[in-house]
C-alpha cells in the first residue's frame, strides 16, 4: 500500500520543477508503428508514471536514463494494442478495475490521487492496462492449444515429493525480467539490471521495469513450492537464503533475476499433493505462455513499420 510518506514525497518532487526537464522533449510525433503515432506527450507521461511510482526523483539524469525503456515500452504496447483491435480482443470492464484493486492493494482511489498531484495522466495508465489485459486474452486464445503438457513427468514429480517424506521449501519470490536482442544486448542489459540493484535496490528496480508496462506491483511472485519450480530456477535459488539475489538465468530471449524475499516449509499430505498437484501444472501453462507472448511480440515487432524520429540515446 502506498503509504504517506511516500504521498509527502511525491507532494515535494511535484514542486520541484520536474516539467522544465521534461521540457526538454519538444512536441511532436516521436515514433510511427504502422499507421499508429507515439508523441512527445505519451513519452513524457510515461516517463513521468515510471519515475513516480517507483519513488524515484524527476530530474534531468533519471529522466534521461528512463527514456529508452519508456520509449521501448510505448512501442510494444501500441504494438499489443494493433493486434488486440485487428483480432477485436475484448474484455469486461470488472477485469480491468479488479486488476487495479489488485495491484493497489485496494485503494484505487489513492492510485488516483498519487496521478493527480503529479499531473499525470491516470485515464490513459487505465487504458494501457486494459490494453495488456487483452493481450493476454489474445495470446491465451492463440496459443493454449499448442501447449501440451507431459501430465507422466507431473506425476512423477508428485510420487517423488510423496516418497522423500520430507518438509519441502515453498519460495516467495521477486522477480525482475527484461527482453534481449543478441549477446551483445544480453551483457549490456545485465550490466544495467545489476547497476541498477546496486543503486536503487532490487524492489524499485522491478518496479521500475514494471511501471513501463503499465504494472504497479513490484514483481512479487506469490508463494510457489519447489516441485512447481523448473530445474532452472530451482537451480538458480536452492543455494540462495533469505533475501539473496540469484545469478542472471538466461531463458529464451529474456534475462531473469529472481530475489528469494522468504522462505518456509511445507509438510505434504494428501489434501496438499492435489494443491502441489495444480500448482505445477499452472506454473509450467504460464511459463508456456509467457514464452508464446514474448516470442509472438517479437514476431510482431519485426513485422512492424517503426519508424524513429526522434534519435534514441
Same mark, same amino acid.
Given at each position: 500500500?502506498?503509504? $504517506?510518506?511516500?504521498?509527502?514525497?511525491?507532494?515535494?518532487?511535484?514542486?520541484?520543477?520536474?516539467?522544465?526537464?521534461?521540457?526538454?522533449?519538444?512536441? $511532436?510525433?516521436?515514433?510511427?508503428?504502422?499507421?499508429?503515432?507515439?508523441?512527445?506527450?505519451?513519452?513524457?507521461?510515461?516517463?513521468?508514471?515510471? !519515475?513516480?511510482?517507483?519513488?524515484?526523483?524527476?530530474?534531468?539524469?533519471?529522466?534521461?536514463?528512463?527514456?529508452?525503456?519508456?520509449?521501448?515500452?510505448?512501442?510494444?504496447?501500441?504494438?499489443?494494442?494493433?493486434?488486440?483491435?485487428?483480432?477485436?480482443?475484448?474484455?469486461?470492464?470488472?477485469?480491468?478495475?479488479?486488476?487495479?484493486?489488485?495491484?493497489?492493494?485496494?485503494?484505487? &482511489?489513492?492510485?488516483?490521487?498519487?496521478?493527480?498531484?503529479?499531473?499525470?495522466?491516470?485515464?490513459?495508465?487505465?487504458? &494501457?492496462?486494459?490494453?495488456?489485459?487483452?493481450?493476454?486474452?489474445?495470446?491465451?486464445?492463440?496459443?493454449?492449444? $499448442?501447449?501440451?503438457?507431459?501430465?507422466?513427468?507431473?506425476?512423477? !514429480?508428485?510420487?517423488?515429493?510423496?516418497?522423500? =517424506?520430507?518438509?519441502?521449501?515453498?519460495?516467495?519470490?521477486?522477480?525482475?525480467?527484461?527482453?534481449? &536482442?543478441?549477446?551483445?544486448?544480453?551483457?549490456?542489459?545485465?550490466?544495467?539490471?545489476?547497476?541498477?540493484?546496486?543503486?536503487?535496490?532490487?524492489?524499485?528496480?522491478?518496479?521500475?521495469?514494471?511501471?513501463?508496462?503499465?504494472?504497479?506491483?513490484?514483481?512479487?511472485?506469490?508463494?510457489?513450492?519447489?516441485?512447481?519450480?523448473?530445474?532452472?530456477?530451482?537451480?538458480?535459488?536452492?543455494?540462495?537464503?533469505?533475501?539473496?539475489?540469484?545469478?542472471?538465468?538466461?531463458?529464451?530471449?529474456?534475462?531473469?533475476?529472481?530475489?528469494?524475499?522468504?522462505?518456509?516449509?511445507?509438510?505434504?499430505?494428501?489434501?496438499?499433493?492435489?494443491?502441489?498437484? =495444480?500448482?505445477?501444472?499452472?506454473?509450467?501453462?504460464?511459463?508456456? !505462455?509467457?514464452?508464446?507472448?514474448?516470442?509472438?511480440?517479437?514476431?510482431?515487432?519485426?513485422?512492424?513499420?517503426?519508424?524513429?524520429?526522434?534519435?534514441?540515446?
Amino acid at each position: 500500500m502506498f503509504k $504517506k510518506k511516500f504521498l509527502t514525497y511525491l507532494f515535494i518532487i511535484t514542486i520541484l520543477g520536474q516539467n522544465n526537464s521534461l521540457s526538454e522533449i519538444k512536441e $511532436k510525433i516521436l515514433v510511427n508503428v504502422d499507421n499508429e503515432i507515439i508523441t512527445s506527450y505519451d513519452l513524457k507521461n510515461q516517463i513521468k508514471t515510471i !519515475l513516480v511510482l517507483s519513488n524515484r526523483e524527476i530530474n534531468q539524469n533519471n529522466i534521461d536514463k528512463t527514456k529508452k525503456v519508456a520509449l521501448n515500452n510505448l512501442v510494444n504496447l501500441m504494438i499489443k494494442k494493433i493486434e488486440v483491435n485487428k483480432f477485436n480482443i475484448q474484455i469486461e470492464d470488472s477485469n480491468v478495475s479488479n486488476y487495479l484493486n489488485t495491484v493497489s492493494n485496494g485503494d484505487v &482511489n489513492n492510485l488516483k490521487k498519487i496521478f493527480l498531484i503529479n499531473n499525470l495522466n491516470y485515464d490513459n495508465y487505465k487504458n &494501457n492496462i486494459e490494453i495488456e489485459l487483452r493481450w493476454q486474452k489474445l495470446i491465451v486464445s492463440k496459443f493454449r492449444s $499448442k501447449i501440451t503438457i507431459d501430465d507422466q513427468e507431473i506425476q512423477n !514429480l508428485i510420487d517423488q515429493a510423496s516418497n522423500e =517424506k520430507r518438509s519441502l521449501n515453498d519460495y516467495k519470490l521477486s522477480k525482475i525480467e527484461i527482453i534481449f &536482442n543478441d549477446k551483445n544486448d544480453l551483457k549490456k542489459k545485465i550490466a544495467t539490471i545489476k547497476n541498477e540493484i546496486n543503486k536503487f535496490g532490487f524492489e524499485d528496480t522491478a518496479l521500475k521495469l514494471k511501471v513501463s508496462n503499465s504494472q504497479i506491483s513490484k514483481g512479487e511472485i506469490d508463494w510457489i513450492n519447489e516441485k512447481a519450480l523448473s530445474k532452472t530456477i530451482l537451480g538458480a535459488i536452492k543455494n540462495l537464503g533469505k533475501n539473496e539475489i540469484s545469478k542472471p538465468i538466461v531463458i529464451s530471449n529474456s534475462v531473469l533475476f529472481l530475489k528469494v524475499t522468504d522462505i518456509k516449509k511445507s509438510n505434504l499430505n494428501v489434501l496438499n499433493l492435489e494443491e502441489l498437484k =495444480k500448482n505445477i501444472l499452472d506454473q509450467r501453462t504460464n511459463e508456456l !505462455l509467457s514464452s508464446y507472448s514474448k516470442s509472438h511480440l517479437s514476431k510482431l515487432r519485426n513485422i512492424s513499420l517503426i519508424n524513429y524520429r526522434w534519435k534514441k540515446k
